[in-house]
């Protein structure tokens, strides 16, 4: 009958969209394509052109700053190697308090990075010069024996080539040089070295010090020290462009900052620069961890919905690296405003294109389509005296006309045998099949996930993927057995042993096929999204069910269905309340037995049953347990005969007994708490050892 198409045409019809729509979105998905991989690749030729552009600048900045840095510490040195010389070849007493003051105001004045020059003797006096801006000077002194407690202060203004003294005066002071560490490390010290210093006999100042220790003749006079305020890098930090809106950071090896740009900061103006970046150049010194403080480190950050380009280098002063932050979007802007003017012109001509390629397609395709389809209608209908042959353009179209046209002219002889009324009859009848089946002892299972209605709120669509894989290892595990699976419910799987066709073992292969999928799941390392192995439930019962084509006239099904059903299912269920996975019925274990491993875990009656039945618990196969792993199951069952004999002491020792063996049984810390419970208020004539299960 399958020479009669238009029926399986109107299905097809209602599956498929017309010609004229498919070549249209078939010319516009051409025209997309091309202009969306012409535009990835502009993209890609831009965005590693800005890129470069970016590195190149940050490799500009960090030149710079690498070379402030190491002029610092160059001019550390050579001032304090030029002080010390004037000391140890005895030029320069370090009790001459005008060839001294003359000395260190000409190293201030010579080298513009140093913001002090200090020294301290073992008795705690303390003499220094230090920088006030670029328009003045100063000269302290600190003494133990002129002016003790006071802190003797004179003020010079720096004139072109020259300076002039403007005023003295006498200040209380508790600075105590011997207390600094720099100076008691240096004073003990063998040569000079790089200190970190905060507190300065003017209050707060961080900055690094050159310190080291000052012989004369054998004999240590004190410690001299060159310093330099972190305030000098502020301010040189604030004269290199970091693109628009970027900043460049020096951070110590902990993270701290110690320069943000700020073009006011000097040792009179502490340094209040722009921060707002300097989290993320944390944020990068972290990220790069030992490497970063090593080697140059670059990366890409977000913070706020914006994208930064972050680089790392280490600076030659030891701990420093130099964090420049510049925001993706000063160089990316550009060119992403270039690619949506880009896409913006491309989708219009996309759509222009479409409406002509549609247009086109309406007047070559569709409609000589059309009519080739109005006469296979009337080849539905039997109508095969009005079928005509249509020309067209396209070849294929006019071969299809052609063939529908001979078709007619065939089915036109056919007519003669078979009445056409009789034909369309045919056509509209199906397959006839009839309810029916058998009672038969068969064995069936069901399982399913364990939390599975919380787990598919959580993950929505995301679950597909792991019931599905789920799903496959249970399958093979049935098939594998010998099972039948009836149906899948969710996450719930139905299979049945025995039909359609006959297993006298049928109650061991479904005991073999539960341990399968068991060590199936376990092996395969599914896990929910909170990271926890899937849990499965699994209830088996075997008994006297139906069997067959179950159904109605318009739907059948080959299935079970029985109390021994049921019970199954129940089974399963009761897995949650004893904590365990796979729950047997009293049938199935007695037609296993000796091939399996199991222990009766309790009496139980059934949601919508009165009667009760003993549970036991599937634990693996005979042979695959040594006795010593399960001598608790002897001691679990004993327990279970004292709770039935009301001997309830004795049943909380026997369990109590089993939870030390294994550490952790539910079942065995289930029936404990009865047995306490029991104890301290006796039960009546009236309790049965039945425990009843509520709940489907």
């Known amino acids: 009958m399958n020479v009669f198409p238009g029926r399986q045409l109107d299905a097809l019809a209602r599956l498929t969209v017309s010609i004229r729509l498919a070549v249209s979105a078939l010319v516009l998905t051409a025209i997309l394509l091309t202009a969306a991989l012409s535009s990835l690749l502009w ?26 840095v190491a002029a610092i510490v160059a001019e550390a040195h050579a001032a304090h190697t030029a002080i010390r010389t004037l000391f140890l070849q005895n030029v320069l007493d370090t009790r001459e308090a005008d060839k001294r003051e003359f000395v260190f105001l000409s190293q201030l004045q010579s080298q513009a990075t140093i913001s002090w020059v200090a020294f301290g003797w073992p008795d705690g006096s303390f003499f220094a010069a230090h920088k006030l801006g670029d328009g003045h000077l100063e000269m302290m002194e600190i003494s133990l024996t002129d002016h ?12 072109p080539g020259d300076i002039e003294f403007a005023s003295r005066r006498f200040e209380p002071t508790g600075f105590r040089v011997a207390e600094r560490s720099w100076f008691k490390t240096g004073i003990a010290a063998s040569g000079p070295q790089w200190f970190r210093v905060a507190e300065h006999p003017i209050g707060e100042r961080p900055s690094i010090a050159f310190a080291g220790p000052i012989d004369v003749y054998q004999e240590r006079q004190g410690v001299l020290a060159i310093i330099i305020e972190y305030t000098r890098l502020a301010r040189f930090l604030s004269q290199l462009e970091v693109g628009r809106t970027g900043a460049a950071f020096i951070l110590d090896d902990g993270g701290e900052l110690v320069a943000a740009p700020d073009k006011d900061a000097d ?111 009337h080849v539905e209908t039997f109508a095969l005296e009005q079928v005509r042959r249509h020309p067209s353009r396209l070849k294929e179209i006019a071969s299809l006309s052609g063939a529908i046209a001979e078709m007619a002219a065939g089915l036109s002889a056919f007519r003669k045998f078979i009445p056409a009324d009789l034909v369309r009859s045919l056509l509209r009848q199906g397959v006839e099949a009839k309810p029916g089946g058998a009672i038969q002892e068969l064995s069936v299972m069901f399982i399913d996930i364990a939390g599975f209605t919380g787990l598919s709120e959580r993950m929505g669509d995301r679950v597909v993927p792991l019931l599905s894989r789920y799903l496959d290892l249970a399958s093979e595990a049935i098939v594998a057995n010998g099972g039948t699976i009836d149906k899948f419910i969710g996450d719930a799987v139905m299979a049945f042993w025995g039909a359609p066709r006959p297993q006298r073992d049928h109650a061991l292969s479904c005991c073999r096929a539960a341990l399968g999928c068991q060590r199936a799941i376990a092996q395969s390392g599914l896990a929910d ?94 042979g695959e347990e040594s006795s010593e792993e399960t001598s608790w199951i002897g001691r679990y069952e004993q327990g279970l005969a004292n709770y039935r004999a009301r001997r309830f002491a004795a049943a909380l020792a026997d369990f109590e007994a089993v ?38």
Not at 43 to 68: C, D, F, G, M, P
Not at 579 to 599: F, K, M, P
Not at 663 to 691: K, N, Y
């Open 659 to 696: 939870l030390k063996e294994r550490g952790h049984d539910r079942p065995a810390e289930l029936m404990r708490e009865r047995c306490r419970q029991l104890e301290e208020a006796a039960p009546d004539t009236s309790w049965r050892p039945v425990a009843a299960l509520t709940t489907k």
């Open 529 to 622: 999204d909170l990271g926890h192995a899937l849990q499965i439930r699994i209830g088996i019962n075997s008994g006297r069910m139906l069997v067959g084509n179950i159904g109605s006239e318009l739907r059948l099904n080959y299935t079970v269905i029985g109390d021994a059903v049921n019970v199954a299912s129940r089974l399963e269920g009761a897995n949650k309340s004893y904590g365990t996975q796979i729950l047997i019925g009293e049938a199935t274990e007695r037609l296993a037995r000796g091939a399996i491993l199991a222990r009766e875990i309790d009496s139980i009656a059934v949601y919508g049953r009165e009667e009760g039945f003993s549970v036991y618990e599937l634990i693996g196969l005979v």
């Open 267 to 377: 040792e009179l103006h502490p340094a209040h620069g722009e921060q707002r970046l300097l989290p993320l150049a944390q944020m990068a010194l972290a990220k790069a961890g030992d490497e970063g403080r090593k080697d140059a480190w670059r990366g890409r950050l977000t913070a706020n919905h914006a994208a930064y380009e972050v680089a790392l280098t280490p600076l030659p002063f030891p701990g420093w690296s130099l964090a420049t932050v510049i925001p993706e979007a000063e160089f990316l802007g550009p060119v992403e405003t270039t690619l949506r003017r880009l896409i913006v012109g491309l989708a219009v001509g996309a759509v222009l294109a479409a409406v002509a390629s549609a247009m086109l397609a309406r007047s070559v395709i569709a409609a000589p389509l059309s009519r080739v389809v109005g006469e296979l209608r």
């Open 43 to 68: 993209w890609r030729t831009a965005e590693a052109t800005s890129r470069q552009l970016a590195s190149t600048i940050n490799e500009q900045i960090v030149a710079a700053v690498r070379k402030e």
């Open 148 to 159: 003790p407690g006071q802190r003797r202060v004179d003020e010079y203004d720096v004139v």
